[in-house]
C-alpha cells in the first residue's frame, strides 16, 4: 500500500555518518580481524593493474575509518608481529601472482553458446563447459 509519509530515499550527510559509527553506538568489535590478499592485479581479466598498483592505500583508508590497528606486510614475520593484537585488525597482504589455473574462455560465440546452453539445461552446460 502507498504511503506518501514514508520516505524511501534519502540524502545521508554527516549526522548519519556519525550515527552509524559503531564506537558511537557503544559497539566494539574487538576480535574483528579483515586480511586483504592484494597482488595489486586482476588475474582472471587479463592482469590489469588494480587501483593498489597505481597507490591506492587500503591500509590509510582503514585507518581513516577508525581502524587503529591497519598494518600492510609483505612476509610472515611482520604478518605474526600484527595478528596479535587485542583490538580491531585491518591486514593489506602484499602477496605475488600466483598462475591461474585456467583463464575464462574469450570466444564470444562460445561463450553465447555456453548461456544459451545453461539457460536450457543447466546441468548439461556445466557438464560441457568442464567445470
Excluded at 504511503?3 to 554527516?14: D, V
Aim: contains cysteine; charged residues 20%; proline residues 7%.
Amino acid at each position: 500500500m502507498f504511503q506518501p509519509a514514508l520516505s524511501l530515499l534519502r540524502r545521508a550527510g554527516r549526522d548519519d555518518v556519525e550515527a552509524s559509527n559503531p564506537k558511537r553506538q557503544g559497539i566494539h568489535l574487538a576480535n574483528l580481524v579483515v586480511v586483504v590478499m592484494d597482488n595489486q592485479e586482476y588475474a582472471t581479466t587479463g592482469g590489469q593493474p588494480t587501483p593498489t598498483a597505481h597507490g591506492a592505500d587500503l591500509e590509510g583508508a582503514a585507518r581513516a575509518m577508525g581502524i587503529a590497528a591497519a598494518a600492510t606486510v609483505r612476509g610472515e614475520a611482520e604478518l605474526r608481529g600484527v595478528i596479535g593484537r587485542p583490538d580491531q585488525v585491518f591486514i593489506v597482504a602484499k602477496v605475488k601472482e600466483s598462475a591461474p589455473t585456467a583463464k575464462p574462455p574469450l570466444d564470444c560465440v562460445f561463450i553465447k553458446q555456453r548461456f544459451m546452453s545453461a539457460i536450457r539445461s543447466p546441468q548439461s552446460a556445466i557438464e560441457g563447459a568442464g567445470l
